[in-house]
């Protein structure tokens, strides 16, 4: 295993944040830029692999506002599963900077922030069957999309869930560029989201590949 360590570095404007963000442009409160699509877009910047632009296949699993990824990809012919987790907590460290009226308006430059890449190779034939069974997954998920069509058109209602595991899945493979949004709304494995089930069996991977020190 090998530890890598990626980081995003502060702009001028948060280096030099004071004549940027001039204090009487300072309330009380803050400046009031932080927002949830802010700091979602700064942990999907700071949680980019190393060297993204050299893999031909990468599958990655995220939460919601996690501060973690998992990523399946191939790269150089070789295959790996890498896992990135901010060492810092990401929200507070952006509220701190709101609140004194450092935190830049372009979330490009938003936030030095240290996150640690840790990765293991995988078999080529693991790699193939972890790919096979998303697509598959994929396959059935496009069914139930199509399944909920005509009901969704005749009722004009739709389930909303709340508190429940939800997770981001990118696939990108230089041709194609696939995000869904899994939600993991049951225990039944005979109902689960067929996405969900091939999430749970990344999370598994990833737990045994890095074990908790």
Same mark, same amino acid.
């Given at each position: 295993m090998r530890t890598l360590a990626a980081f995003i570095f502060l702009s001028a404007a948060l280096l030099n944040g004071q004549e940027h963000n001039p204090a009487k442009t300072c309330g009380e409160h803050g400046q009031g830029l932080l927002t949830d699509a802010y700091y979602q877009a700064v942990l999907e910047r700071a949680l980019r692999p190393p060297n993204e632009r050299m893999s031909l296949i990468s599958i990655s699993v995220s939460g919601p506002y996690a501060q973690w990824r998992l990523v399946l990809r191939e790269r150089g012919s070789k295959f790996e599963l890498l896992r990135g987790t901010t060492e810092s907590h990401v929200y507070e460290s952006l509220a701190d900077l709101d609140a004194t009226c450092q935190? %830049?308006?372009?979330?490009?430059?938003?936030?030095? &922030? #240290?996150?640690?890449? $840790? +990765?293991?190779?995988?078999?080529?034939a693991k790699f193939g069957q972890l790919h096979r069974e998303f697509t598959s997954a994929l396959s059935q998920y496009a069914s139930n999309v199509?399944?909920?069509?005509?009901?969704?058109?005749?009722?004009?209602?739709?389930?909303?869930?709340?508190?429940?595991?939800?997770?981001?899945?990118?696939?990108?493979?230089?041709?194609?560029?696939?995000?869904?949004?899994?939600?993991?709304?049951?225990?039944?494995?005979?109902?689960?989201? %067929?996405?969900?089930?091939?999430?749970?069996?990344? &999370? #598994?991977?990833?737990? $045994? +590949?890095?074990?908790?020190?």
């Open positions: 935190l %830049p308006s372009d979330v490009i430059s938003a936030e030095r &922030l #240290k996150v640690k890449w $840790e +990765s293991v190779e995988l078999p080529a199509q399944a909920r069509y005509a009901p969704l058109l005749a009722t004009g209602t739709f389930s909303i869930t709340f508190h429940v595991p939800e997770y981001t899945v990118l696939y990108d493979n230089r041709s194609e560029h696939i995000e869904i949004r899994a939600v993991d709304s049951t225990p039944d494995p005979d109902k689960m989201d %067929p996405i969900v089930k091939w999430t749970h069996s990344v &999370l #598994k991977l990833g737990e $045994e +590949s890095f074990p908790k020190k």
